[in-house]
Each structure stands twice: as structure tokens, then as C-alpha cells.
């Protein structure tokens, strides 16, 4: 079965393979009972075994040097993924080969391989200053003195943060800590990073810093691995996405592929002098009628060219406004989540 937009070997192979998992699955067992009396009272000799599939034979390589983005609803498998190829889970079954390690097996020499920014949980000590926090990850990867301290003087000039690692970390905002976990993560010249919801509850500025900052390192080499529920990081950021629904891979492959799943449509947003009324083209549909002088049409440009259709509107509406733009992504991401897995 191939799976929607899925990368073809030829495609896969044009780079260094990084990150190979291949069949990688995760299961756990749960047990249930009733709460009646009766019930409980039985759920002390026999209890009734169930087995959760959180991650579904999942597959897919990562050349060196990609930023992909991992996405999927809640509940979908995207941190259970993140935290196999970390080695913090230990999978059920399946294979993965990161950099020659086997994360869960060889956890010791990985783990110093790579770096990890969680948004939700922080690497930093909570009541000392960032830079003590630094100088302790230089004993634990054995970052030559030197080493460290260039890397350290780089990335205080990135993120302007001379004047605040000195501070308790609990005097810090948000977007100041971000910037501090991220010189954690990369302090040892990591080749491979994960970030989990990086730039969750910051502001735009923090954030633009924050990608800023990922692109400048992807550059330079180093590989991402980003899951995110802020669909404009992996349009800022990935070259290519992973979708995981119910725990199986539904798509694999380019952004700009994913554009393409609706079809190749347009949105196109008018305003009018007078009523538009009724638009009844082949390949056009009104999305959403805002008002008897403003709509948003849905153009499936392979049956209606945009510019035939820019033309015959203007022959029939006044146009006081007008705009044109793609189909938002996570319209497009809405409706993979829809279509019933077992069809992809």
C-alpha cells in the first residue's frame, strides 16, 4: 500500500540517510473492570486485558541536513514517535538507526549525538542562572574548554542573551527561557535536534527569533525534527512533512505536495459595489457567503483557469476588492484527518 504522497526510494536516496525507522511500532496493556460492586469485586482474581496501539508500523528515512515537520491530532502518536527515536520509550517492535545508533539500546553514546527542546518541559535549572545550567551540560557531553566557549559566544550574539543568563531562570519570561533552552540543546554541536512544540505560548517576535535561529543551524548541516501544533512553524520551517493519524503514516513527502491534495485550487476573496448574487462557473463554488457584497470562492483552477475566471467576474461584478491565495494548510491537513485511514 503506498501511502498518500509517500517519498519513492529515488526520491529518498538523493541524501545522506540520517534517520532510518522502519516498522517501528509502540503497544501498551490496559486493563478494565466494571464499578459496580460486583465488578471490582471480580477484577481482583481476572481482569479483563486490552492492547493499545499507539504507533502503527511506521516507516519512513530522514536525510541529513531535512527539516521535517511531524504532524497529527492529538492523541495521533507524534510524541510517542519523538520519544522511541530518543530512546526515552523502548518500542514494541520495529527498527531504528540513527546515525548508527539504536537509541534505546546504545542510550549512553546517543543521547550525546543529539538535542532536544521540549516547549513544554525545560532543561534548565529552575533556581539557578542559565549559564550555570550551560556549564554543567560541558562536563556531562565533555565539551573541550575552548570548544564551548566559542559556541557559547556564538550563540549569546544569535539570541542576545548577554544579559539575561546571569539571572535566575525563574526570573525569566517565556521567550527568554526558549532562547536558553535552545543553547542548551545545542551547546555540543548536536547533528540531529528534536523540538516538541518549540515555540509553544510565545510571542511573534520570540518566535521569529526562535525559527530564525533554526534555519541559520539547518545551514549549517544540522537536521530537525519538529512536531508542532502551530502549523505556520512547519510552513516557516520544513521542507517536507510527516502526517501520523490513528498511529499510522497517512502522508510523507513536500509541502508544497500537500498543497496539492484539494487539488489545484485558490482562494479568492471579493468584495462588490452591488449584490454579487448567484456564481454559478464550472470548477467555482462560494466557501462562504459573508455578506450580499463580499465572498470567499473556493477555484479548482484544472477546470476554471483563474485568469479566465478573473475575467468573466468582472463582466458581471462590480469589483470593489479583491484578493487571491492558497488553500490554508490546515484546511488541507483537516481533511486527511477526515478520510478514513484504511483508505490511505
Known amino acids: 500500500m503506498r501511502i498518500l504522497g509517500e517519498l519513492t526510494e529515488e526520491e529518498g536516496e538523493c541524501h545522506l540517510e540520517i534517520i532510518s525507522v522502519k516498522h517501528l511500532t509502540k503497544q501498551y496493556e490496559t486493563y478494565h473492570r466494571g464499578h459496580d460492586a460486583r465488578s471490582v469485586f471480580k477484577s481482583l482474581f481476572h481482569r479483563e486485558k486490552s492492547v493499545i496501539t499507539s504507533v502503527d508500523d511506521l516507516s519512513f528515512q530522514v536525510p541529513q541536513g531535512e527539516i521535517i515537520g511531524i504532524l497529527g491530532p492529538n492523541g495521533a502518536g507524534k510524541s510517542t514517535t519523538i520519544k522511541m527515536l530518543t530512546g526515552v520509550l523502548y518500542p514494541t517492535s520495529g527498527e531504528i538507526n540513527i546515525m548508527g545508533f539504536n537509541p534505546h539500546k546504545q542510550k549512553n553514546q546517543y543521547v550525546k549525538q543529539i538535542g532536544v527542546v521540549f516547549g513544554q518541559k525545560s532543561q534548565l535549572i529552575w533556581d539557578i542562572p542559565p549559564l550555570d545550567s550551560f556549564h554543567m551540560n560541558k562536563e556531562i557531553y565533555d565539551i573541550p574548554a575552548e570548544d564551548f566557549r566559542k559556541r557559547l559566544e556564538r550563540l549569546k550574539e544569535m539570541f542576545e542573551v548577554a544579559d539575561i543568563i546571569t539571572k535566575p531562570t525563574r526570573n525569566l519570561s517565556l521567550g527568554e527561557r526558549m532562547k536558553c533552552e535552545f543553547i542548551m540543546a545545542m551547546l555540543h554541536s548536536p547533528p540531529v535536534v528534536f523540538l516538541d512544540e518549540p515555540t509553544i505560548g510565545l510571542d511573534l517576535i520570540a518566535k521569529q527569533r526562535i525559527r530564525e535561529f533554526i534555519q541559520e543551524m539547518n545551514r549549517q548541516g544540522t537536521t530537525f525534527i519538529l512536531t508542532t501544533h502551530d502549523l505556520e512553524d512547519v510552513e516557516r520551517l520544513a521542507n517536507r512533512v510527516l502526517i501520523i493519524h490513528q498511529g499510522k503514516k497517512v502522508y510523507d513527502n513536500s509541502l508544497a505536495g500537500l498543497r496539492l491534495h484539494l487539488g ?18 464550472p470548477g467555482v463554488e462560494i466557501s462562504e457567503q459573508i455578506s450580499d457584497y463580499e465572498a470567499e ?3 479548482d483552477t484544472g477546470q476554471c483557469a483563474l485568469g479566465a475566471f478573473l475575467h468573466r467576474i468582472s463582466e458581471s461584478v462590480d469589483i470593489t476588492d479583491i484578493s487571491i491565495k492558497e488553500i490554508p494548510i490546515e484546511k488541507i491537513i483537516g481533511s ?7 483508505a490511505m
Request: no cysteine; glycine share 4%; net charge neutral.
Open 297 to 299: 470562492l473556493l477555484i
Open 336 to 342: 486527511i484527518y477526515e478520510e478514513p485511514v484504511a
Open 264 to 281: 489545484a485550487k485558490k482562494v479568492v476573496r471579493l468584495s462588490a459595489a452591488a449584490p454579487i448574487g448567484n456564481i454559478d462557473y
